[in-house]
């Protein structure tokens, strides 16, 4: 049997969620680059079509951006909706959207019931949500990819905040079991960053990337360039991968 590792994604529409956020938006231009089209998943992007437009494409590509918030069930069927009148198709699901904030661990009363509940919902629950509302169009595919990205806060338990480790814990667990129950028409990974340069984590700057790097076995935190490679290898050589997780740290969790 012969392989082919030519990799191209051609014909492939590619949904990004958060892709107008660093992670997303360095995946989308990955796999524009080979071939595929792109719909970036927004909330409140004022640039965002401007922003799919400028993505690589050539003959047969067509890019688009698509508001809706991973919170809102109804506006994520409304956007599988329109991705289904628009392309027909979705062969890959990148979950990228989320947001957290710092609480000290020992903290325990500043991490309050409203601030659990809105990190769990925008982190577990809007991812599964998203997965949901675009599961018939990647088992229709035969050849669907679903990539979440977690952190490795997800299995250290050292993160911004216990809600946002555990919101991660459990995404890794689900998708590990909806890579089982979807197979084997959809495979289901996550990619696991450690800090990464990005403006993800309010109040983070290069006084704490400084710390990070100097404590990261490869002498440098993540750039968004690191997790989107992580995700085009997965769209394209790495497909006997599925239900379990990539760690892309420079050894961090070392």
Known sequence: MSFDPTSRLDGKVAVITGGLGAIGHASARRLAALGASCVLVHRKGEDAD?????LPHADGQRHSALRADIVDTPSLQRAAAAVQASYGRCDILVNSAGHTQPVPAADLDALTDELIDDLLRANFR????????FAPMLKASGDGLVVNVSSIAGFTGVGSNLAYVAAKAGLDVVGDALAKALAPAVRVVSVSPGAVESGFVPGRGAEFADKMAATTPLGRIGRPEDVAATIEALATTLRFVTGTRIVVD????L
């Open 50 to 54: 401007a922003r799919a437009a400028a």
């Open 126 to 133: 809007g991812v599964f949500a998203t997965i949901r509302a």
């Open 250 to 253: 420079g050894g961090r969790h």
